[in-house]
């Protein structure tokens, strides 16, 4: 398995080509390209499939790594859930969104039950807000997939790489 270093370093190595690809074979415009461009750095450092165990990813969520805590007891390393090429990056996606829109309406209520915040209702909110957002989200949920797709055969390579050097 490749280190996290490694990981890092080829991210950035490959943003570039990610954002050739974007503008000059696939035309997208502008907004489109940054935000995958954006979500493929994001997929790289942040939402790496490496969420899975204790990595560099995990330690740059800094006090809101607790998030990732439920993620790596159910998810084995490596596996598909993590590791996947088709599903689990969007599968951390709506993990991340589920588990933000719960913080906030519990953070809200808690305000609200305070009187510090007029009575609204953050459910609703959050779901306008997802509603508004849901092109974003979608390219930079592309973008996510690059990055894990990235990730993902960068491990398979140094995989299979040190499985040849064992059987020599
Ligand atoms: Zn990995």
Redesign the pocket.
């Known amino acids: ?1 490749a280190s996290g270093k490694t990981h890092d370093w080829m991210t950035l190595a490959l943003l570039p080509s990610v954002w050739l690809l974007c503008r000059w074979q696939f035309n997208l415009p502008m907004e489109e390209s940054i935000l995958i461009i954006a979500g493929t750095f994001i997929g790289g450092f942040f939402l790496s ?2 969420l899975d165990i204790r990595s560099r990813p995990f330690y740059r969520w800094g006090f809101l790594r607790f998030i990732w805590w439920p993620y790596q007891w159910a998810i084995r390393h ?1 596996s598909s859930l993590s ?1 996947g090429i088709f599903w689990a990056s969007w599968l951390r996606l709506l993990y991340l969104t589920g588990v933000l829109t719960l913080l906030y309406c519990l953070g809200s209520l808690w305000l609200q039950q305070r009187g510090w915040l007029p009575p609204t209702h953050p459910l609703q909110e959050a779901r306008e807000f997802l509603h508004a957002h849901l092109h974003e989200l979608l390219w930079l949920g592309i973008g996510l997939w690059i990055g894990a797709l990235i ?1 993902i055969l960068l ?1 398979w390579l140094s995989s299979a790489f040190h499985s040849k050097k064992r059987r020599r």
Request: no cysteine; charged share 45%.
């Open positions: 398995m499939p490496d490596r590791h990730h491990d």
